[in-house]
C-alpha cells in the first residue's frame, strides 16, 4: 500500500530535550516536506527536499532541522524544543511539488 | 507567509445542498490544489488545476481558477455530511515551484 508513515503519533516532551520525528514513503518520490499545523494558521512548510542530499528552507525553519539521506526518508529534528514548537506535524511527498502531494498521519508534539 | 486564503473560515449547510469556498492568492502559480482534511488527520488530495485551465471536474467536485482575479473556487454539490471537514487550498509559486504554500482553510460543516 502506497503511504507516508510518521513516527511517532503523539509525543509529549520537555524543553531543551533533542528529538526526531521520522517520516518515510514507499512511493519513490522525489520530492518530500514537513507542515506544522496550528489553529488559525493552516499548514506552513518548514523545510522541503527536492531530492535525496538537497534540502530547502520552507517558511517557517528556525528552531528545525531535516536530512534527506536516502530518498524514501526525510526526519525532521529538533535540537533543542521549546513550547512554540507545540503544534501538529505533517511530512508529505509528491513526485514533484506540482503533483499530489501524499500527506502522513500527523504528529501531535507537545512541549513543556 | 502564506499563498493563498479561504474564504469563509466556516461554512455550515444542510444536507443536499451546494457548498462553494475561495480561494485567494497572491503571486503567479503554475498549479493550485485542493485538500481535504478530516479533523486531526493528514490531508487528503482532491483536485490539481493548472495555471492554463480555467475548470476542472471530479465528481461531485467543481473548481475554477481565474489567474487574472488570483483566484480559485471549489463547489461541492449535492452535499452529504460525509464532506464535514476543512478545505485547503495550495499553490506552487510559479519562480519557486519547489515551494508549497497552503491557506488557512475553510471548515465546512454538513448537517444531516
Known amino acids: 500500500e502506497a503511504q507516508v508513515t510518521q513516527n511517532p503519533r503523539y509525543l509529549i516532551t520537555v524543553t531543551g530535550k533533542k528529538l526526531t520525528v521520522t517520516c518515510s514513503q514507499n512511493m519513490n518520490h522525489e520530492y518530500m516536506s514537513w507542515y506544522r499545523q496550528d489553529p488559525g494558521l493552516g499548514l506552513r512548510q518548514i523545510y522541503y527536499?527536492?531530492?535525496?542530499?538537497?534540502?530547502d528552507k520552507g517558511d517557517v525553519p528556525e528552531g528545525y532541522k531535516v536530512s534527506r539521506k536516502e530518498k524514501r526518508n526525510f526526519p525532521l529534528i529538533l535540537e533543542s524544543p521549546s513550547p512554540n514548537q507545540t503544534s501538529l506535524y505533517f511530512c508529505?511527498?509528491?513526485?514533484?511539488?506540482?503533483?499530489?502531494?501524499?500527506f502522513g498521519p500527523g504528529t501531535r508534539l507537545t512541549v513543556l | 507567509s502564506q499563498q493563498g486564503e479561504e474564504d469563509p473560515q466556516a461554512l455550515s449547510i444542510q444536507e443536499g445542498e451546494n457548498a462553494t469556498m475561495n480561494c485567494s492568492y497572491k503571486t503567479s502559480i503554475n498549479n493550485l490544489q485542493w485538500y481535504r482534511q478530516n479533523s486531526g488527520r493528514g490531508l487528503v488530495h482532491l483536485i490539481l488545476?493548472?495555471?492554463?485551465?480555467r475548470e476542472k471536474h471530479s465528481g461531485r467536485l467543481r473548481v475554477t481558477l481565474d489567474t487574472s482575479k488570483k483566484s480559485s473556487s471549489l463547489l461541492i454539490t449535492a452535499s452529504r455530511a460525509a464532506d464535514t471537514a476543512s478545505y485547503f487550498c495550495a499553490t506552487d509559486l510559479r519562480y519557486n515551484n519547489n515551494d508549497m504554500r497552503f491557506g488557512a482553510g475553510t471548515r465546512l460543516t454538513v448537517k444531516p
Open positions: 527536499s527536492m531530492n535525496v542530499e538537497v534540502t
Open positions: 488545476i493548472r495555471s492554463n485551465e
Open positions: 508529505a511527498s509528491g513526485a514533484s511539488s506540482y503533483n499530489e502531494q501524499f
